[in-house]
């Protein structure tokens, strides 16, 4: 692809004491990771495009319509010669423990425990961006970005020596492992680039191998279509029916090919007060989310990642989840389900009333048949009938 010429640059005054400057800065506004790259198109920015075409970004539509800013960014910020690519730790130490003598209880990923990270990353990065500014003594231009953006965030830090892309597709520090987040903050200076790292993992495949639902195709490429962070948070329509039984108990994300990777090990928590656990979000208690209301649902979700499944999304992963756990005492609550007033959620719920197959389910089944008027959540219940039919746990 032909790229128009860049226009020129703020050339500051001695770019290594002001590269080592910048990042001191980083570091003091929390950023533990920092490191600067050139602006350029991303090294594997094919391979990207091959990903999309092979359609393993599902119903992400707006990867396809960020295409080309992702994997050309003189096109779109042809003023830009630098990006800071900051990083900030996220993992906290709470063990993945989900089982509790008589309370059904979920999974959700650790860094949706605590505040959403995005406003409070781009806050710190403005700050940076204006101490830049006052040091430099001129107008630089400058653009900030948190997951949001069209940004290969990985492919960036990477580049700025933050660390090297595992085969679980994740950006992994040889000292922080991955539980981090990124940012980027593109600038309008000619800034010294850090030398990259290289890539660390040899021979392990536990991530791949750790996958309950064999989403990795191969070493580094991710079929997102079967990845439980997919399904769980960026899908907004019914589960796959097959792929149901092997979500498990994850309501919201998931870290298994981050669980079992060696260089998360012995990682240092992280001090920072927003990404502790809210209340409840470490192994949530199922039963009482499906109680949520719309109301409830944004009152106790405020300023969390998790608001972005929306309710519907939630409670239809609560439903899924509860129907692989099993657990008897979830079924009158399954049973309200079926009347909510989404029929996404009244759908799975069912689908887990089929798996939990109780004489109690089958019969709040088959009066719910008879008032369903969605035609997908009709074909649903009319399956979980079945299933309960053929159900061990069912009674004649």
Partial sequence: MTVKPRELGVVAPHPERLARAIKEEARGLGFELVGIAS?????????????????????????????????????????????????????????????????????????????????????????????????????????????????????????????????????????????FFLGELFVSLELPAEQPIRDRCGSCDLCLKACPTDAFVAPFRLDARRCISYLTIELKGSIPTEIRPLIGDHIFGCDICQDVCPYNVNIVASNEPAYQPRDGLHAPALIPLLALDDESFRLRFKGSPIKRSKRRGLLRNVAVALGNIGAEESVPALVKALSDSEPLVRSHAAWALGRIGTTDARAALEDARTRETDPDAYAEIAQAIIACALSPSHEP
């Fill in 39 to 179: 602006v350029e198109d991303p090294p594997h920015e094919q391979a990207f495009a091959d990903w999309l075409q092979a359609g393993y970004s599902g119903e992400m539509a707006y990867m396809a319509r960020t295409e080309q800013a992702r994997r050309h960014p003189n096109i779109w910020m042809p003023w830009a010669r630098s990006v800071v690519s900051v990083a900030m730790r996220y993992a906290t130490p709470f063990p993945r423990e989900t089982h509790d003598s008589g309370v059904p209880r979920g999974w959700i990923s650790r860094y949706a425990w605590g505040d959403d990270y995005h406003a409070m990353m781009e806050r710190r990065l403005e700050s940076l961006l204006g101490w830049i500014r006052g040091a430099v003594g001129g107008e630089v231009q400058g653009k900030v970005y948190v997951d949001t953006g069209p940004v290969l965030e990985r492919e960036v830090a990477v580049r700025a020596g933050i660390g090297w892309i595992g085969k679980n597709t994740l950006l992994i520090s040889p000292k922080h492992g991955s539980y």
